[in-house]
């Protein structure tokens, strides 16, 4: 596709239920990233891929939190025994290479645990 | 660490100019602007690697002091399409690192 797609748009969920979220990148971006972003506050590191590899996940809060990109393309944010306060917006971004280049944001997936 | 941005919103009229000032503690490698309008995904800007150097397109222009840790965007003419809260994102020393984002700036242009 043209951009980063990100499937569910919304996504509302009970607490403590499963849920994933799907990011498309765009073809040929070898670098992947999640982001969260609460009401208000600027995008908070989760996760980074190289390739189908997670470089850095110094940014998932808690076990709770695992992603993974099996192909290098493709990733999926996997999140177990949701709680109230993992409801935010969650953006997917992808660049051509790691680091100082331009990143293409999705549209985000708006999580709602109730 | 999360970089500082400042201030945290402005409202300017159509004309107008503005800066939105971005502060780290640490050493970077680079500064990465973004705008983001309300319900949508944040829009790249421009990238300033350490150097010193300043960038800019059409009337939206930014410079890095990395002796000083900081980058400041310029907006000058401003337009109704420069609403948006604009957020600066930072790279470590060493580069090939995710951003870090500030909290943002809200900036709302009126007519």
């Known amino acids: 596709g043209a951009g980063v797609s990100q499937t569910p748009s919304n996504k509302v969920t009970e607490k403590g239920k499963y849920v994933e979220l799907r990011c498309d990148p765009i073809s040929g971006h070898t670098a992947l990233y999640w982001y969260r972003q609460s009401l208000g506050q600027g995008p908070e590191f989760l996760i980074y891929?190289?390739?189908?590899?997670?470089?850095?996940d110094s940014g998932l809060p808690n076990d709770r939190f695992f992603a993974v990109r099996p192909e290098g393309s493709v990733s999926t944010l996997k999140i177990q025994r949701t709680e109230r306060g993992d409801s935010a917006v969650y953006l997917c971004?992808?660049?051509?290479?790691?680091?100082?280049?331009?990143?293409?944001f999705g549209q985000g997936t708006r999580l709602t645990v109730v | 660490q999360q970089p500082v941005q400042s201030p945290q919103a402005v409202i300017l009229r159509e004309g107008e100019d503005a800066v939105i000032n971005c502060s780290s503690s640490k050493a970077l490698y680079s500064v990465h602007w973004y705008r983001q309008k309300h319900g949508e995904a944040p829009v790249f800007l421009m990238i300033?690697?350490?150097?010193?150097e300043q960038k800019g397109h059409d009337k939206i222009s930014a410079s890095f002091n990395e002796k000083k840790q900081q980058s400041s965007l310029y907006l000058t003419a401003s337009q109704l399409s420069y609403s948006g809260t604009y957020f600066c994102g930072t790279e470590g020393p060493e580069g090939n690192t995710p951003l870090v984002f500030g909290k943002g700036t809200r900036l709302s242009v009126i007519a």
């Open positions: 971004a992808s660049s051509v290479i790691t680091g100082s280049t331009e990143a293409f």
């Open positions: 300033l690697l350490k150097g010193g």
């Open positions: 891929f190289q390739g189908t590899g997670a470089a850095d």
